[in-house]
Nanobody, 120 residues
């Protein structure tokens, strides 16, 4: 089970930190990802974290940072210099298949999402 929190309303240029709390002793053994979705659009990859390190979509590179604390069963997404186009529902997910981190089919467990709204 995954539970996200930390979303909210922020002005452009502001920051938010999202958290994703997991459960179970195997939390730390899985690669994890952050995705976002807006109305009428497909869910898109935002960031991922694996044993090889973090990965990001081009539009958030340098502004977002993904990290995890396995002892706390938590993954984080620090979002800085937010833009209106970052608005959406943000989901965390557990990756169970190796390969492309941006492929939603490689994830088997999803949180309920947390809404991020960036005003201009």
């Amino acid at each position: 089970q995954l539970v996200e929190c930390g979303g909210g309303l922020v002005q452009a240029g502001g920051s938010l930190r999202l958290s994703c709390v997991g459960s179970g002793r195997t939390f730390g053994t899985y690669d994890m990802g952050w995705f976002r979705q807006t109305a009428g659009k497909e869910r898109e990859f935002v960031a991922g974290i694996s044993w090889n390190g973090p990965s990001y979509r081009d539009s958030v590179q340098g502004r977002f940072a993904v990290s995890r604390d396995n002892a706390k069963l938590t993954m984080y997404l620090q979002m800085n210099s937010l833009k209106p186009e970052d608005t959406g529902i943000y989901y965390c997910a557990r990756k169970f298949l190796s390969g492309n981190a941006a492929d939603t089919r490689r994830y088997d467990s999803w949180g309920q999402g947390t809404l991020v709204t960036v005003s201009s």
